[in-house]
């Protein structure tokens, strides 16, 4: 899987969620130095791999949040998702958290499975999708193994196989991989690019990571400020995605010096 190339989305992709001039106000955040989300706005493409970068505390869990539907605190302004305002949380939207959060009294597959309970289908069609799922993440041969039992990789393969076979129209990822080495977080990456590659699921992913989000995703955007705005907002093409290329080092450097 690590020699797998990012795919770039073959037309330039429609508006999956329009952020309106959004604040976002928590107890005793109001004034100089309080809410980082402030009269915000932002267009996010439809069916490609949005990475969204930027210091600690600049609002980007807080952003993803709010495209989850998780965020009551807004007191201005809005998310629109296919032009319909985001009120709650959705099928439609998953979020994976950094914390896998999955249930150690079920193995593998009941993990996998639990999603499906709320998903609409026969039986017959829900088990399909359970093992084409177990497939594509080749997590076959621990299907009957518990949390525990399993490495950091596999709990993550399960998290976001569970989120998947709901299919969303997005996947929302906040730094699912900051707990993993380096081996096993591009091995990561390369599965969450094949995953793209089948499905054309809409994915915005947090991380702190310059090297993961250029190498993941389409287009890379940098929050950087208080109140959050946007530092960069760069598209990455097929030509930036060789790791030790002196292309992708240059504009690696650049968005870690932004961030600094």
Same mark, same amino acid.
């Given at each position: 899987m690590e020699n797998l190339k990012v795919l770039a989305p073959t037309t330039k992709a429609d508006v999956a969620f329009k952020i309106d001039h959004l604040t976002v106000d928590f107890p005793g955040s109001k004034g100089e130095g309080g809410s980082p989300i402030r009269d915000f706005s932002l267009d996010i493409g439809?069916?490609?791999?949005?990475?969204?970068?930027?210091?600690?505390?600049?609002?980007?869990?807080?952003?993803?949040?709010?495209?989850?539907?998780?965020?009551?605190?807004?007191?201005?302004?809005?998310? /629109?998702? %296919?032009?319909?305002?985001?009120?709650?949380?959705?099928?439609?939207? *998953?979020?994976?958290?950094? #914390?896998?959060? !999955?249930?150690?009294?079920?193995?593998?597959?009941?993990?996998?499975a639990f999603g499906l309970a709320y998903c609409d289908?026969?039986?017959?069609?829900?088990?399909?999708?359970?093992?084409?799922?177990?497939?594509d993440v080749d997590l076959v041969h621990a299907s009957a193994k518990y949390p525990h039992e399993l490495s950091g990789g596999m709990r993550q393969r399960v998290a976001i196989a569970r989120a998947l076979v709901m299919q969303?129209?997005?996947?929302?990822?906040?730094?699912?991989?900051?707990?993993?080495?380096?081996?096993?977080?591009?091995?990561?990456?390369?599965? /969450?690019? %094949?995953?793209?590659?089948?499905?054309?699921?809409?994915?915005?992913? *947090?991380?702190?990571?310059? #090297?993961?989000? !250029?190498?993941?995703?389409h287009r890379v955007i940098v929050l950087g400020g208080r109140p959050m705005s946007v530092v960069l907002d760069e598209r990455i093409g097929e030509t930036m995605k060789e790791r030790y290329a002196p292309e992708f080092l240059k504009l690696q450097k650049h968005i870690e010096d932004l961030i600094d």
């Open positions: 439809s069916g490609e791999i949005t990475c969204l970068l930027g210091p600690s505390g600049c609002g980007k869990t807080t952003l993803l949040r709010a495209l989850g539907g998780f965020v009551r605190g807004a007191s201005d302004g809005g998310v /629109l998702f %296919q032009g319909q305002w985001i009120e709650a949380p959705s099928r439609e939207i *998953v979020m994976i958290f950094q #914390e896998n959060n !999955l249930y150690p009294w079920l193995n593998v597959r009941k993990n996998i289908g026969s039986r017959r069609e829900k088990n399909e999708r359970l093992e084409q799922m177990l497939q969303p129209r997005v996947l929302l990822l906040d730094e699912p991989f900051s707990a993993l080495d380096v081996s096993l977080r591009r091995r990561m990456h390369a599965l /969450l690019r %094949q995953i793209w590659a089948a499905t054309r699921t809409t994915f915005v992913m *947090v991380t702190h990571n310059v #090297e993961e989000a !250029l190498m993941v995703g």
